[in-house]
Every structure is written in structure tokens, then in C-alpha cells.
């Protein structure tokens, strides 16, 4: 083998290397590629299924305000038939855990209820036990109650 074609061998050589190593970083790019697009499309399904959620207790919401508004209709013009078709425990049973934030889909489990320093002032009013009512009970000087007496 004469010195051109020895030179020419080892220029092919380094050629046919750098071609070896871009296709080697092209594949590597390609899987990549190929995971980041898998993560999408599960985090597309997964924000999919959010929505749905979502728009189902949306709907749900809405129906029970239809619902409810059914019943004040019946109650304001004296309808005893429809207003005793209503079922005033199961709308609590719906309405207080939506407020209180038990049935909020976002996550972050404030709804109204959970908007208040975390107390489920909902349930202390209807229950009707745990809070006094008062004004200053917590801000010095005397307390206050429901009946108008002060605390001493």
C-alpha cells in the first residue's frame, strides 16, 4: 500500500467516525424526543380526564341549582305537591360538601367554606354549635352571644 492511498484510507476512517458519532447523537436526540412526546401526550390524557371531571360536577352543580330553584318556585306559590317531592336532606347532603370546598376538583380543597382561615363556618351554622356569634370575643374586652347578653 503506497502513502496516498494509506492517507486516503485514514481520511475515509475519520470521516466514516464523525458520520458513526452524529448518527449516534441524532438517535439519542430521537429518544429524547420520543419520551418528552410520550410525557405530553400523558400529561394531555391526564388534563383531558381533569376536564371532564371537571365539567361533570359542573353539570351536577348546575342541576342542582335547577333543582333547588324548582322547590323555592314551589314553595313561593304554595305548590305542596312539588315542595314535598323535594328532598331537602339529600340537597344539604350535596350542598354542604360544595361550599365547604370537600367537592371542589381543583386540589387546593378551598371552596367557600375553606376560603375562611380553614374553619368549616358552614357546618358550625347549621349545626348551630362551636361559635358564640359574637364580635369581640377574640379581640379583648368583652365577648358577645347570639341573645344580646355579654360575657363577663
Not at 25 to 46: C, F, N, P, Q, T
Not at 82 to 101: C, H, R, W, Y
Amino acid at each position: 500500500m503506497d502513502a496516498g492511498n494509506y492517507l486516503e484510507a485514514i481520511a475515509m476512517q475519520v470521516e466514516f467516525e464523525r458520520e458513526r458519532e452524529k448518527t449516534r447523537v441524532m438517535k439519542e436526540s430521537l429518544r429524547d424526543d420520543v419520551v418528552a412526546l410520550l410525557e405530553k401526550a400523558l400529561e394531555h390524557s391526564m388534563l383531558m380526564g381533569k376536564k371532564e371531571e371537571m365539567l361533570a360536577e359542573i353539570e351536577l352543580q348546575e342541576k342542582l341549582i335547577d333543582d333547588f330553584m324548582v322547590f323555592i318556585a314551589a314553595v313561593e306559590n304554595n305548590d305542596v305537591e312539588i315542595a314535598q317531592n323535594f328532598d331537602e336532606k339529600t340537597i344539604m347532603d350535596a350542598i354542604v360538601p360544595m361550599l365547604s370546598g370537600d367537592g371542589n376538583s381543583s386540589g387546593n380543597g378551598e371552596g367557600l367554606g375553606g376560603a375562611y382561615g380553614g374553619h368549616n363556618d358552614l357546618d358550625v351554622a347549621i349545626e348551630g354549635t362551636g361559635r358564640d356569634g359574637g364580635g369581640g370575643s377574640k379581640a379583648g374586652g368583652e365577648g358577645g352571644s347570639c341573645n344580646g347578653d355579654r360575657r363577663k
